[in-house]
């Protein structure tokens, strides 16, 4: 349907004339009677004061098939830190009504997990401050340190907190369910590994390697993950240095490589691949995964200034390779921030 006929559908349903419906909008009648009559369309500037005297949403002035309004939802959560209580409802109430379709239930799924995601990252985020201010403030108490904790996945003492029980069982299902699906098999070992439940991991690592889809170079680099779960450095670095020496150009091996120094805190010889690997990966646009590594390597190590710089890398790689800005991607003004952050503790 037409912009000016959804228009006329609106005004007859809220009761309006051309005349009152213009007085709302602070224009003249005729201009109401131009846009039914599609001789000529409201200004964009006019759509969400339509929107508000009708009652709906902006989405609800056009007529937009649901694999748009998922890309506009998706989009839109892309470039906004937060968003506002009423476009988060409008967003929930058309994502459950879209999950009875067998057509549109797996994207709908996806992006209301997405949706319920991002509300709790910004909220998280309100939390952690407001939890740091309070740890600040009475450092010698536990008021708000598990708020903390909770928000920004800190490491706990308790075991019994911090292990990953239930998201083995999870993903244990679904690769029983899904015995011949490579992926679910390395969500369930990177758990096991980082509960140094070795044996285990060994056994899932076996089914895994059988698999056509399972990936050659992690393969080798759980059995060394493995070892060092096992507390076996030496099997760990000798299984890392024979995958490196065969393939050492190779970009995914190079970066896993990185993962591996950075994780026994060896943080120079991780920023060393890091670098080798974001040179040699052949795909454009590049993943900010490299940089982010090196960032964090040199923050770890006190190096403010090369950490800001390495943001300052991320951002011309968001904006230059993959055409980012401000405005349509939040993950640009985050990289922004954390270069800020970084130069003032320079």
């Not at 007085?23 to 500037?45: D, H, Y």
């Not at 800190?154 to 899904?178: C, L, P, Q, T």
């Not at 992690?218 to 076996?232: E, G, H, T, W």
Request: hydrophobic share 40%.
């Amino acid at each position: 349907m037409e912009l000016g006929k959804k228009i006329k559908q609106f005004r007859f349903k809220a009761g309006l004339t051309q005349e009152q419906l213009a007085e709302k909008l602070g224009i003249g009648a005729q201009s109401v009677s131009k846009w039914e009559n599609a001789v000529a369309m409201p200004g964009i500037t006019l759509l969400p004061l339509l929107a508000e005297v009708f009652g709906v949403s902006i989405d609800d002035l056009f007529d937009l098939t649901a694999e748009q309004r998922f890309n506009r939802i998706e989009n839109r959560m892309d470039a906004e830190e937060e968003l506002p209580q009423d476009v988060f409802w409008e967003y929930e109430e058309f994502l459950k009504g879209q999950l009875v379709s067998d057509a549109h239930k797996k994207r709908a799924t996806e992006l209301i997990a997405y949706l319920y995601w991002h509300r709790m990252n910004t909220y998280a985020h309100k939390a952690s401050r407001y939890a740091k201010d309070a740890v600040c403030l009475t450092p010698e108490e536990k008021g708000c340190q598990w708020i903390l904790d909770t928000a920004e996945r800190n490491a706990v003492w308790d075991w019994n907190m911090s292990n990953h029980s239930k998201a083995i069982e999870f993903y244990r299902g679904v690769v029983e369910a899904n015995p011949d699906v490579a992926l679910p098999y390395m969500y369930l070992l990177d758990n096991l590994i980082a509960d140094h439940r070795a044996d285990e991991a060994e056994r899932y690592l076996d089914r895994y390697c059988t698999l056509e889809g399972a990936h050659p170079v992690m393969k080798r680099v759980y059995r060394a993950c493995i070892a060092l779960a096992r507390f076996d450095e030496p099997t760990a670095d000798r299984i890392m240095e024979e995958l490196l020496a065969e393939q050492p150009d190779n970009s995914a091996v190079l970066f896993e490589t990185a993962q591996y120094y950075a994780r026994k805190c060896n943080y120079e010889k991780a920023i060393e691949y890091y670098e080798r690997s974001f040179e040699k990966t052949p795909r454009r646009p590049r993943f900010q995964d490299e940089l982010m590594g090196i960032a964090d390597s040199y923050e770890i190590l006190g190096d403010y200034r090369k950490a800001a710089e390495t943001y300052g890398r991320i951002v011309d790689l968001l904006e230059n390779e993959w055409g980012l800005s401000e405005e349509t991607d939040s993950s640009v003004t985050v990289a922004k921030k954390e270069k800020a952050r970084l130069l003032a503790k320079v």
